[in-house]
Nanobody
């Protein structure tokens, strides 16, 4: 059974950093497409980033390319979202997601991913 457990969210001041973690079980992160989404209050869930080691792909939403980084650790079977220089507009619930199909493109949609983490709240105070 595929399971994803997120951690690392919290309250941070503007300009600060957070690293979100998504611990995976039931599959290996180097064989699946890994992704991060976020959902701000009153807004739809949007894709931020995806990566696929097996397909040699990595994509980041243009608005976060200079602030966020996606990575994975095969030994830990965990993937991460490093977020730097955070702004109040980055406040949202962040979700990790995975899929075994090649769905990592420049624009990713929630419907393309079949397994999700529980979500972690990120609040950036200004």
């Amino acid at each position: 059974e595929v399971q994803l457990v997120e951690s690392g969210g919290g309250l941070v001041q503007a300009g600060g950093s957070l690293r979100l973690s998504c611990a995976a079980s039931g599959f290996t992160v180097d064989n699946w497409v890994l992704a991060w989404f976020r959902q701000a209050p009153g807004k739809e869930r949007e894709g931020i980033s995806c990566m696929s080691t097996s397909h040699g792909k990595m994509n980041l939403k243009d608005s976060v390319k200079d602030r966020f980084t996606i990575s994975s650790d095969n030994a830990e079977n965990t993937f991460y979202l490093q977020m730097n220089s955070l702004k109040a507009e980055h406040t949202a619930v962040y979700y990790c997601a995975v899929d075994h199909e090649d769905v990592c493109t420049s624009w990713i949609a929630p419907i393309d991913f079949n397994a999700w983490g529980q979500g972690t709240q990120v609040t950036v105070s200004s």
